[in-house]
């Protein structure tokens, strides 16, 4: 049998405010909101319907604050690829995204870094 990566995890204060921003304000898709508990949540998000890989927004405990935006350190937590990251760029703009990098073009591709708003960086990619 095959194997894939089908979740990555993200570390969140509250789940409504973690979809607020990737849902409305990146354009991603809610895959899923199921409770799992009175305090608990199964969320995802991902950039897209048809991607296998989603993001599981984990709401944190107390004593696991200082991890917020500082799950990769100073590196980029994952990368999205897109068809026009300069489309991408302009949303962004609009919409008050924290932009490190602007559209840049590079061997691998043309790269944007953006921050989140706990502080992670995440490249959106086009190739």
């Not at 998000?45 to 989603?54: A, L, N, R």
């Not at 984990?58 to 990368?79: C, R, Y």
């Not at 489309?87 to 870094?113: A, N």
């Amino acid at each position: 049998m095959g194997k894939s990566i089908i979740n990555i995890c993200l570390l969140v204060y509250d789940y409504d405010e973690a979809i607020d921003f990737y849902v409305k304000t990146l354009n991603f898709v809610l895959k899923e909101d199921t409770p799992v508990s009175e305090k608990k949540r199964w969320v995802t998000v991902s950039p897209s319907d048809e991607g296998d890989c989603s993001i599981v927004l984990n709401k944190i405990n107390n004593n696991q604050k200082s991890l917020v935006g500082n799950q990769a350190g100073e590196k980029v937590l994952f990368i999205v690829q897109t068809d026009d990251v300069d489309k991408d760029y302009q949303s962004f703009l609009e919409k008050g995204v924290s932009i490190i990098q602007k559209p840049t073009k590079l061997p691998h591709g043309k790269v944007m870094i953006i921050k989140d708003i706990y502080g992670n960086k995440i490249d959106f990619i086009e190739k």
